[in-house]
């Protein structure tokens, strides 16, 4: 049986994977989830009726219980989502970032390399160890150029030095153990079931009730966007067809600055939800979404600009994005319309979408 432990699987991007891989065929999924103020048993609501998934509410940091959830269900594969993620929470309180995302990770790669020698011929041919990680290890980019795997490592954040922390490991893991151990570096994500922390969400939610949209610095700041199910397929064809000891790099081609995506995105809600009809909006007196635009001060280290070069995974393994973005970001604008319940029960109690990270 093709068993998979899927940490963090209760997240955004994770969420999304445990759907792909019930469509892909996996005949049982663990999810590890400490159910932290980013993960939602709510994000897995249609899916916690399938007899193949079993939600198991634990922290991955947590060595011996690690160890004996890996003993128990013998995995094929791992997948590690699980992390802390907002940059400006790791600016305001770092210590969460090294504990879940180096130790956490640390703890994970300890029991599967405890697991390994235990199985199989014919199992450990198939085992991987699939680390999901971010571009933001490369640190910032210049004007041209993109990321490649061979690009070194500079985080700036205490988020992406704890990710740049655990990415070692596993790849220290495999060199020195022989661990079947890949990582996935990827851009900005986007889509459905996403914390209204992150900036797509937060722009959509806030405009959508008439409030202020607030924008980093002069808004400058280029990202690589990837819709989210672009980057669980690009996972899955890392975990089916990478080879161990690789990273990979998932990009999705579709570069913009901060204003740029804030624009697209309000054009998407404009066909959604017309400003003419928002009575939240004219309630301040204004005729557009465009008007809640608001600057506010930069991010303490906020690195200029991100761009994957993805030649490997689409040379090696014949992944590329399938979504277009205006088609996707209307979705995704659709999708958070819809389901205006989800985003209020998870921020109940946890988090009003007010600023974070000035902590200087």
Known sequence: MQSLIVTGGAGFIGSNFVRLALERGAERIVVVDKLTYAGHRQSLEDVLDDTRVELVVSDIAEPDAMERLFAEVSP?????????????????????????????????????????????????????????????????????????????????????????????????????????ALVTNCSNNYGPYQFPEKLIPLVLLNAAEGKDIPIYGDGGNVRDWLYVEDHCDGIWAVFERGLPGRNYNIGGNCEKTNLELVDALLASLEEALPASGNEALRSRG???????????????????????????????????????????????????????????????????????????
Request: charged share 25%; with cysteine.
């Open 76 to 180: 094929t594969g791992v997948f590690n989502f699980a992390a802390e993620t907002h940059v400006d929470r790791s600016i305001d309180g770092p210590s969460a970032f090294v504990r879940t995302n180096v130790v956490g990770t640390f703890s994970l790669l300890e029991a599967a390399r405890r697991l390994f020698p235990s199985l199989s011929t014919e199992d450990q041919a198939a085992f991987r160890f699939v680390h999901v990680s971010t571009d933001e290890v490369y640190g910032s980019l210049g004007d041209e150029g993109a990321f490649s795997e061979a690009t070194p490592y500079a985080p700036n954040s205490p988020y992406s030095a704890s990710k740049a922390g655990a990415d070692h490991l596993v790849r220290a893991y495999h060199e020195t153990y022989g661990l079947p």
């Open 286 to 360: 204004l005729e557009s979404y465009l008007d809640l635009k608001t600057f506010v001060q930069d991010r303490p280290g906020h690195d200029r600009r991100y761009a994957i070069d993805p030649t490997r995974i689409r040379e090696e393994l014949g992944w590329s994005p399938k979504h277009r973005f205006d088609e996707a970001m209307s979705q995704t604008v659709r999708w958070y319309l819809a389901n205006r319940a989800w985003c209020r029960s998870v921020q109940t109690d946890t988090y009003d979408r007010s600023r974070l990270g000035l902590e200087k």
